[in-house]
């Protein structure tokens, strides 16, 4: 059974930092991308950064280019992602998503929880 567990969100400083974390289970870890999506209030949801398991390639968007790093620990299966000077409208619910190669040649794509991120003074 695959599961993504997220954890790390909670309520910062504008300014302040945190870390989330998606451990992944179920599947081979190797074989996949994680993506970081958020959706905050009122907006669709959208990713913001990626990681490719394999090589350890990453992507981010623009809105937090430079502030955001996302990484790995393949010992774990869990996946990282370091928030730097965090800002409002940072504020959103972030998910963990996972896409997964299949034995066909496709990919399958699978869900974590959310895990909440404020940042409020």
């Known amino acids: 059974q695959v599961q993504l567990v997220e954890s790390g969100g909670g309520l910062v400083q504008p300014g302040g930092s945190l870390r989330l974390s998606c451990k992944a289970s179920?599947?081979?870890?190797?074989?996949?991308?994680i993506n970081w999506y958020r959706q905050a209030p009122t907006k669709e949801r959208h990713v913001v950064a990626d990681i490719t398991i394999r090589d350890g390639i990453s992507h981010y968007d623009d809105s937090v280019k430079g502030r955001f790093t996302a990484t790995k620990d393949n010992a774990k299966n869990t996946v990282y992602l370091k928030m730097n000077n965090l800002i409002p409208d940072d504020t959103a619910v972030y998910y963990c998503?996972?896409?997964?190669?299949?034995?066909?040649?496709?990919?399958?794509?699978?869900w974590g929880q959310g895990t909440q991120v404020t940042v409020s003074s």
């Open positions: 179920g599947f081979t870890f190797n074989r996949s991308r």
């Open positions: 998503n996972a896409d997964v190669e299949t034995r066909e040649g496709g990919f399958r794509d699978y």
